[in-house]
Structures are given as C-alpha cells and as structure tokens.
C-alpha cells in the first residue's frame, strides 16, 4: 500500500514537472527532498514519467539532476 502510494504521488510530482519543462524548457531540473533522496521508487517514477511525458528530453538524458550531498543544494540551485 505504501509503494502504491508514493508510486502515484510521484506520478503526478513527474507530471507536474513534465508540465513545467515543457512550458519553459530550461537546461536543468533540480530534483531534491526527502523523498527524492531516500525513495528510490519515488525518483525512478518521477524520471520516467518526464521522460514520457515531455518532447524536450530526446537526447537530454541529464535534464532531470538530484545533488548527491546534503550540502551546497541551495547554492547549486541558486547558480544555476
């Protein structure tokens, strides 16, 4: 039930993105939080839903881009 649950919410988190990258179509998209950090279901669901969704991501495989530290996300995400 857990799964299903963050499974969906994912779904409509990557649908929502979709949305946003197809609208503005930006170099990167920086995917950070919990659930992004310690849910590998969660980001896996996201990826693939953009990557179903959006006509942007053909040959841009590194569009979506989680940090891997706790520290710097907000600078890294300021400078870009």
Do not use: H, W
Request: charged share 15%; with cysteine; glycine share 8%.
């Amino acid at each position: 039930l857990a799964v299903e649950v963050i499974t969906k919410a994912a779904t409509m988190v990557g649908m929502a993105a979709a949305n946003y990258i197809n609208l503005t179509n930006p170099e990167i998209l920086i995917c950070a939080g919990l659930l992004m950090e310690n849910s590998g279901v969660y980001y896996k669901t996201v990826k693939e839903t953009v990557t179903r969704i959006t006509r942007l991501l053909q040959g841009k495989s590194d569009l979506l881009f989680m940090p891997r530290t706790n520290m710097g996300k907000s600078a890294v995400g300021a400078a870009i």
